[in-house]
């Protein structure tokens, strides 16, 4: 909290030494802990007051309640998206698909043998 080294807690020992004297060095001490732990109390009642008074917490949970709704909503974007492409690409199986379809009548048709129209007409009178 004050970044104190062993050198400086040292160097406030010995002046605190040979300002109070060794008699009164304990009192002192006991004093200034009191001190100290009041300080700390009446920051620490401080700050509640002023977190309850802001409502800290509240406004803490809306803002991560607000972050998953952004996350939410950058999630549906990206859903959106896929579906798009999706569409997209089963639109242009269909289209394969049924240009397979009909390249393949066009094929079997093809194959299919034909007779000609003298061969018809002599099949069917005799």
């Given at each position: 909290m ?5 050198p ?15 008699d ?10 009191l ?35 952004e ?48 061969e ?7």
């Amino acid at each position: 909290m004050f970044d104190i080294g062993l050198p400086e807690l040292l160097l406030v020992s010995v002046v605190a030494l040979l300002v109070v004297g060794p008699d009164r060095l304990p009192e002192s001490i006991r004093t200034l802990s009191l001190w100290l732990g009041r300080f700390r109390r009446s920051f620490a009642n401080i700050k509640q007051e002023i977190e309850n008074e802001i409502g800290a917490d509240e406004i803490r949970a809306q803002i991560y309640n607000e972050s998953i709704l952004e996350d939410i909503a950058k999630s549906k974007e990206t859903l959106e998206e896929v579906r798009t492409e999706l569409t997209g690409a089963v639109a242009e199986v269909d289209g394969s698909v049924n240009d397979l379809k009909a390249e393949a009548t066009l094929n079997f048709q093809k194959q299919q043998p034909t007779e000609p129209d003298d061969e018809k007409s002599r099949n069917s009178s005799g």
